[in-house]
């Protein structure tokens, strides 16, 4: 029989990226030696199958860990350990081989388009391994062979408990899964024969964490939580619930049996059960995970593992897809720069013109236009009659607010105006410039429609008591003052919904010109693949 010796190395990469690839793995110690090289050819999932688990024609071992379903937590998270530095790859690490007794099939939500050995075998048995063994495989798979696979027995501690009960719970957020997450969901689903419960927190939990504006709808975190259960263990019920206190249904579900906390949220496991004892219920068995830390936090990140990282990560990156606008030309290729007020617009609108983009102040072409001989100057002059005119021959500016924010015909008569003559002078400089980014900054680009006129949104957000204080700070203004003018404007969530990219303005101004930096990277990225 032929030995295959492809190894993965760079002559081996298959021509395409793959979206899911399989790792079937015999030496689960050794998994990091493979990753760096993996990690580059598969973008999406990465499922994860011990093969010492499994019954194999490519070999089988049995030892006696492997009739006691919790003894694996050792080693998934050492799996999930050598992972963590490839945080946008979707590691899974499937349990069905691993708890059912002569498993045949490993099956898998999504399509296998890549299958990886960590050990050469010879290439009949691993054809005929696939064709029998992975049902989701695609047509037009290809295979990758390592050379760090030689069974290790895995290592137990045997001071923990490794019981197993029907019922299992735990809660959480789950924004944006995380590796800490999935031990956590994959320690419940050990722990359970039957069903494992998960609460997930609803919106009034949330607005105490950074940058909770960033946190996933419920629907997405639930279904997320759903969708990592459904393939690391289909065989048990998956009861995934919104919770809206910190105990959930574990406070009075008699057919509950253990929950599954961290270090950090012990404490809340202790309360569940002081609560189930007023109910009358037997307190719930809990099982304790550590906390996983994470392998480089950056100043402002959390030194755990964490959604709120993984968001402060995503700043600066596009966040929500660039739909195509059919009417705009592609060059030049406009930004719509907005967000509240004191956000930091104008600090990312000038770190952008010295990155190299033709950035325009909307808020001094609103003034450009009011002055004497410019387009708006004699139609607000016919509008609101001559005493909106200064003594310096000027619209007076305050006279003119005056009447229009108490009225709101008023001020929609005022926009009908101002707001095509902005547009009008904006088009102009834009045609002038020749540029090949324009920045366009409005605090109203939204309110104004004028989004229609920009390739992508970007929008600065702050926490709301943050803006009150910069408010009173730069523009010396009294605390009730400070409040009207940010109660009158739209609020983050708004912003953040239409934004393909947000930034952060919260810490020091290094922090956000990084976020700004990569923004223009990842920009000019995207605008060299629409040029070519
Ligand atoms: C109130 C709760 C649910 C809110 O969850 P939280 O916002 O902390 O969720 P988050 O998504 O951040 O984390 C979910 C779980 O993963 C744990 N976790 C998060 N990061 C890490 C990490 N780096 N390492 C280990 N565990 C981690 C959390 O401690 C938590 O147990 C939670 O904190 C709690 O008190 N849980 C114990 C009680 C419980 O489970 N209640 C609900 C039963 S249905
Ligand atoms: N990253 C930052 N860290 C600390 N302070 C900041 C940061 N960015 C901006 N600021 C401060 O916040 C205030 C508002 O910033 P800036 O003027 O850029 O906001 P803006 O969104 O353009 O405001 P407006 O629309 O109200 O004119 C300024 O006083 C600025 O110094």
Redesign the pocket.
């Known amino acids: 029989m032929q030995q295959q010796k492809t190894l993965i190395s760079e002559a081996a990469r298959p021509k395409m990226i793959a979206k899911t690839a399989l790792l079937i793995v015999s030496n689960p110690n050794h998994i990091g030696k493979i990753l760096p090289s993996l990690t580059k050819q598969v973008n999406k999932t990465l499922y994860i199958q011990l093969l010492s688990a499994l019954s194999s024609p490519l070999g089988s071992f049995c030892p006696e860990i492997f009739n006691v379903w919790p003894k694996f937590t050792q080693t998934i998270s050492g799996i999930y350990a050598q992972t963590l530095q490839f945080e946008d790859l979707d590691v899974r690490v499937l349990l069905s081989g691993l708890k059912y007794k002569n498993v045949e099939y490993i099956k898998t939500r999504q399509p296998i388009d890549l299958v990886v050995f960590d050990k050469c075998y010879p290439e009949d048995d691993i054809t005929n391994f696939i064709k029998t063994r992975i049902p989701s495989i695609t047509d037009s798979y290809s295979i990758l062979l390592g050379d760090s696979g030689e069974f290790e027995e895995p290592t137990v501690d045997a001071t923990r408990d490794y019981n197993v009960y029907k019922h299992s719970?735990?809660?959480?957020?789950?924004?944006r899964l995380h590796t800490?997450?999935k031990?956590?969901l994959t320690e419940a689903a050990l722990r359970a024969t039957e069903k494992v419960?998960v609460?997930v927190?609803v919106e009034n939990?949330l607005g105490s964490k950074t940058l909770w504006e960033l946190i996933e709808p419920l629907e997405n975190r639930i279904n997320g939580v759903k969708d990592f259960l459904e393939d690391i263990n289909p065989e048990i019920i998956h009861n995934v619930v919104p919770?809206s206190d910190?105990?959930?249904?574990?406070k009075d579900d008699p057919t509950m049996d253990v929950?599954v906390?961290?270090s950090?949220?012990e404490r809340?496991?202790v309360k569940?059960n002081e609560m189930r004892c007023k109910c009358g219920l037997q307190p719930l068995k809990i099982v304790t995970?550590?906390?996983?830390?994470d392998p480089n936090p950056s100043p402002h990140e959390e030194i755990?593992?964490?959604?709120s990282t993984r968001r402060i990560r995503t700043l600066g990156k596009v966040i929500q897809a660039i739909t195509p606008k059919a009417h705009l030309t592609e060059k030049p290729y406009i930004i719509g720069l907005t967000g509240g007020i004191c956000s930091g617009k104008s600090g990312v609108g000038r770190r952008l013109a010295e990155l190299g983009a033709y950035h325009i102040d909307c808020d001094k072409v609103a003034h450009f236009v009011y002055e004497p001989g410019k387009p708006a100057y004699n139609k607000i002059v016919e509008t609101f009659g001559k005493e909106v005119v200064g003594e310096n021959g000027e619209i007076n500016r305050k006279e003119i607010g005056a009447i229009v924010f108490k009225d709101p015909k008023q001020l929609q008569k005022l926009n009908s105006i101002v707001w095509p003559a902005i547009v009008e002078e904006v088009q102009e400089r834009i045609r002038k410039s020749n540029a090949d980014v324009v920045v366009m900054e409005a605090a109203i680009l939204l309110g104004a429609g004028w989004n229609k006129h920009c390739h992508e949104v970007w929008a600065t957000v702050i926490p709301p008591d943050v803006a009150l204080q910069r408010l009173q700070e730069r523009n010396k203004l009294s605390l009730e003052d400070a409040k009207s003018r940010l109660a009158a404007q739209i609020d983050n969530k708004k912003y953040i919904e239409a934004a393909n990219v947000v930034f952060y303005s919260l810490w020091d101004t290094e922090t956000t010109k990084k976020q700004v930096d990569k923004a223009w990277e990842l920009l000019l990225e995207r605008i060299k693949c629409i040029n070519t």
Not at 246 to 250: D, E, F, L, Q, S
């Open positions: 719970v735990l809660g959480g957020t789950f924004d800490a997450h031990l956590l419960t609460g927190t939990m919770i910190m105990y959930g249904p574990a929950i906390v961290s950090e949220t809340g496991g569940v995970v550590d906390l996983i830390n755990k593992v964490s959604s």
